[in-house]
Nanobody, 123 residues
Framework: QLQLVESGGGLVQPGGSLRLSCAAS????????IGWFRQAPGKDREFVAA????????YYAASVKGRFTISRENAKNTVYLQMNSLKPEDTAVYYC????????????????WGQGTQVTVSS
């Protein structure tokens, strides 16, 4: 069974950092592009960042560019989202998604989805 599992969420103060992980089980991520999305309470899920299977191209939402970095370590079957300079508005459940054909950038896309990890930015 193909599964994606996110981890690394938690409570952090404004200005702090967190690193989220998206690990795959049941398949290898080597030829999958990966996207990170988030959904805040009462809001639609939105695109955050994505990376091609090769790792050669990355994409970011304007709201996180310069603060978040997506990377992958295929040997560990894991993709990361390093989040720095966190703001209260970054509070959301963060999801990763995988696809072999397209780079996941659409919040309603028919990708493989994980269950999400909560990130709360608050003092």
């Amino acid at each position: 069974q193909l599964q994606l599992v996110e981890s690394g969420g938690g409570l952090v103060q404004p200005g702090g950092s967190l690193r989220l992980s998206c690990a795959a089980s049941g398949f290898t991520l080597d030829y999958y592009a990966i996207g990170w999305f988030r959904q805040a309470p009462g809001k639609d899920r939105e695109f955050v960042a994505a990376i091609r299977w090769s790792g050669t191209s990355t994409y970011y939402a304007a709201s996180v560019k310069g603060r978040f970095t997506i990377s992958r370590e295929n040997a560990k079957n894991t993709v990361y989202l390093q989040m720095n300079s966190l703001k209260p508005e970054d509070t959301a459940v963060y999801y990763c998604a995988a696809d072999r054909s397209v780079v996941p950038t659409t919040a309603t896309g028919r990708y493989y989805w994980g269950q999400g990890t909560q990130v709360t930015v608050s003092s």
